[in-house]
C-alpha cells in the first residue's frame, strides 16, 4: 500500500486558504478578532474520474489508514508543489460508473 495518492487527479476542482479566526464581543459591543492558527491552511476537494478498481481501492485503503488523523505528502500537479495533508472529512465518496469505471471524491487538509 502506498504512503501517498499515486492516481493523479481529474481536477483539483476546489481550492481555498483557511484562517481560524476567534471573535469574541466586548462588553461595549465592539467585536475583536484573532488568528488562532500562524498560518493560512489549504484545503482541497479532489476527484478523480474513471479510475479502475484497483486504483479506487489504492484510495480508499490509504483513506483507511490514516483515519483522518495522519498525514502525508501530496503532489498538487496544478502548482507543482508538495504539501503535507491528511483527509479533511469522514466522508470517503466512491461511485460505480460502469465496467472496472470509478469515481471518487476526496478532501485534503493542509497540515502545518
Known sequence: MPDTITTRPDAVYES???YNTI?????YGKERRRNKWGTP?????????????????????LF?????????????????????VRFDEKAFVLTYVGYDSYDVKVNLLEVI
Open 16 to 18: 481555498s486558504i483557511n
Open 23 to 27: 471573535t469574541t464581543n466586548t462588553t
Open 41 to 61: 491552511r489549504n484545503r482541497f476537494s479532489l476527484q478523480f474520474n474513471n479510475i479502475t478498481y484497483i486504483q479506487a481501492t489504492e484510495i480508499r485503503e
Open 64 to 84: 483507511n489508514s490514516k483515519m483522518n488523523l495522519i498525514t502525508f505528502n501530496w503532489y498538487n500537479y496544478q502548482d507543482e508543489q508538495t504539501y503535507t
